[in-house]
């Protein structure tokens, strides 16, 4: 066995798909994704005033500024509140957006949140980037379908919380209920 386990191919071109799904070079543009662009379909984020949050891998010294979450086939229909926000891997609050209020989000649009403050990350890890949207029709988002956690120390890679929330993310995710639907989410 080898450093790669069994795999007996070249990893770089095992993975050649992944540099043709159209992402800018890191080291260009700053960013970072929970999931490919490719196999991604239309999910529902959350129930009206719920928050759904997807686990998102960052690493020591980047400077998170702003969530994107791109709507899917289904726009918001008569939104009164929606924000994003970052929490750390413990599910405490690191900071969130204003509160969109009753702004638009059409069908198949990327929406953009800048965070109220701006966050340094000081150690790689997971995190949770959140979404909620409070609207007679909460949008669809382009995601994927993941699968609930079995091992020991596995998370939820998607996960809803919280109920009849406005324009204030929470201190903390609380009581985090496993979503089988991933939304993509993209950290600039």
């Known amino acids: ?10 990893p770089r071109n095992d993975l050649g798909w992944l540099n043709s799904a159209g992402r800018p070079d890191p080291e260009a543009t700053f960013h970072r994704a ?3 662009r490719v196999g991604l ?20 010294g ?3 500024t702003n969530l994107t979450f791109i709507s899917a086939g289904t726009a918001a229909g008569t939104p009164t509140n929606h924000f994003a926000a970052l929490y750390s891997g413990a599910g405490a609050l690191m900071a969130q957006s204003a509160d969109k209020l009753t702004e638009a989000w059409a069908a198949d649009t990327a929406k953009t ?17 959140a979404l909620s949207v409070t609207a007679t029709t909460v949008p669809t988002v382009v995601g994927s379908v993941g699968a609930k956690p079995f091992l020991t120390g596995e998370g939820n890679l998607s996960q809803t919380s919280g109920s009849a929330l406005t324009g204030t993310a929470p201190a903390t995710i609380a009581t985090p209920a496993f979503k089988r639907a991933v939304p993509l989410v993209i950290a600039t």
């Open 1 to 10: 066995m080898t450093l790669l386990g069994t795999f007996r191919g070249n």
């Open 34 to 36: 929970n999931l490919p």
């Open 41 to 60: 379909d239309d999910v529902a984020a959350a129930a009206t005033g719920v928050m759904c949050s997807v686990a998102l891998y960052l690493q020591d």
């Open 62 to 64: 980047d400077l998170v």
């Open 113 to 129: 949140f800048a965070l109220a403050t701006p966050q340094r990350i000081t150690k790689s890890g997971i995190y949770y980037a």
